[in-house]
């Protein structure tokens, strides 16, 4: 078994949860002279990304309007971050 590295995540009303990972596994993500805690925090506009847009697109029966607006801020943050329309990251549009 690996040792582990912990990050730690702030929210905005300053509480804090710490996560575990393997050591090793973010470099093995990060591109040359990337930050391990940007790779982490890329990962978790990747994946927020792609929650919000299964919410509002994926589920069944109609979406309330706060969610549409929160989606569409999300996807607005995603292409800010990574410079690409999350429709075309994720290789799909509605």
């Known amino acids: 078994m690996v040792e582990t590295e912990t990050y730690t995540i702030e929210g905005p009303s300053g509480d804090t949860e710490d996560v575990e990972l393997p050591a090793g596994l973010v470099d093995t993500l990060a591109e040359q002279?990337?930050?391990?805690?940007?790779?982490?925090?890329d990962i978790v506009v990747q994946a927020l990304a792609q929650h919000s847009h299964a919410l509002v697109h994926h589920s069944q029966g109609?979406?309330?309007?706060?969610?549409?607006?929160?989606?569409?801020?999300?996807?607005?943050?995603?292409?800010d971050r990574f410079g690409?329309?999350?429709?075309?990251?994720?290789g799909h549009d509605h």
Not at 62 to 79: A, G, R
Not at 84 to 90: D, H, K, V
């Open 84 to 90: 690409m329309p999350l429709a075309e990251a994720m």
């Open 62 to 79: 109609e979406t309330p309007s706060d969610l549409v607006d929160i989606n569409e801020t999300m996807e607005e943050l995603f292409e």
């Open 33 to 41: 002279g990337e930050e391990p805690t940007q790779v982490i925090s």
